[in-house]
């Protein structure tokens, strides 16, 4: 007796392979180079903020965290700036420098009795205009970015010093009243107007890198500028208007370090510039270019805030452990930075 089988099912030459699971999907978000060391950061963030509350009493609690973004509300407009200008593989050594010019300006317009509607605007357009002139020389005089905005930062620097010399008070009633004002959350708990601009300039960065062909372009040119051009992208027109939003928001970083110190002073923000890198590199941002997000460098920031807490609370060591802590921080991301594009090629 012949038994017939049925006959096999069609091939159709597509092989189909079974879904990750959830430990293999997690694996490969820590082992990418886009994503891997931003995971990492936030780890990194939780774990010192839960060691702060268990070593610390008082230290787990509401206003702790929001004290990171009312300290910090400066550095996070910079970082943003930071980031728009890494992606494509450059570098702004300037920002620390036009944040102290943007204090100083700030301060002598608002002595001489300019409305704080006047002196603000102002100050983001000449910080702007100076991200401008950074950007065509790289482009167009092909000045590589760390000399064209070395040479910034010693002309906003020396600027401050045109002003005045010395520390400029400010006395002007609407915007002490802007600085020291505070927004009440319940609880407690408050920020300040400072937190509400910056958290504004996050969300504003975040539409425009990953919802518009600006953003795009950026991107593209990280991961490699004559493939842009190829490809048709506005690739000039991008690499100029990146120093500009970073002089824009170093300008409007200025004005946010003005709320917090109601003065204008030519040494402020001395290195401010390494801060900011350090903020976007350990927020994963790679260096060379290409890959990063803000939210990324928005959690470097709050990593470098933290420790600067955890310091404080102890009581007992050097502010310059900051720095120590800080150094080491960003040799680890960028040798993880390092490893992890090496595994992709």
């Known amino acids: 007796m012949t038994t017939l089988l049925p006959a096999p099912a069609p091939t159709t030459g597509v092989s189909r392979k079974a879904p990750k699971g959830l430990g293999a999907r997690i694996r490969d978000a820590f082992t990418s180079p886009k994503y891997g060391p931003v995971l990492v950061t936030a ?9 702060g509350g268990i070593r610390y009493p008082g230290f787990l609690s509401g206003q702790v965290l929001l004290n990171l973004f009312v300290d ?8 943003v700036g930071m980031t728009f200008v890494i992606l494509t593989g450059g570098i702004d050594l300037s920002v620390g420098a036009v944040v102290a010019l943007s204090t100083m300006i700030a301060a002598s317009l608002l002595q001489a009795g300019l409305p704080a509607a006047v002196v603000i605007p102002l100050i983001l357009v000449a910080t702007s205009a100076l991200g401008l002139l950074v950007g065509l020389m790289i482009h167009y ?5 760390f000399i064209a905005t070395l040479a910034a930062m010693f002309l906003a620097r020396g600027l401050c010093y045109v002003i005045s010399q010395s520390s400029i008070s400010i006395t002007d009633p609407a915007f002490i009243a802007l600085a020291v004002s505070r927004l009440p959350l ?5 920020i300040t107007w400072s937190v509400i601009i910056a958290l504004i300039v996050v969300a504003v960065a975040v539409w425009v890198l990953h919802r518009t062909r600006f953003g795009r372009t950026v991107y593209a040119i990280g991961g490699g500028e004559h493939s842009g051009m190829l490809m048709g992208l506005p690739v000039a027109r991008t690499k100029v208007l990146v120093y500009v939003v970073s002089g824009f928001c170093s300008g409007l970083a ?6 917090y110190t109601l003065s204008g002073y030519p040494l402020t923000a001395i290195g401010t510039e390494l801060d900011a890198i350090a903020a976007v590199v350990i927020g994963g941002t790679l260096l060379a270019g290409g890959y990063g997000f803000v939210l990324g460098s928005v959690l470097g920031v709050l990593v470098l805030g933290i420790i600067q807490t955890i310091i404080t609370f102890e009581g007992t060591l050097s502010s310059w452990w900051t720095k120590i802590f800080i150094g080491v921080l960003l040799l680890v991301f960028i040798v993880l930075q390092r490893v992890l594009t090496a595994r992709r090629r």
């Open 254 to 259: 200025g004005v946010l370090f003005t709320f």
């Open 43 to 51: 780890v990194l963030f939780v774990a010192v903020f839960v060691i």
């Open 186 to 190: 319940g609880g407690g708990m408050s």
């Open 72 to 79: 910090n509300a400066y550095l996070i407009v910079l970082a």
């Open 141 to 145: 005089f092909k000045v590589q970015p």
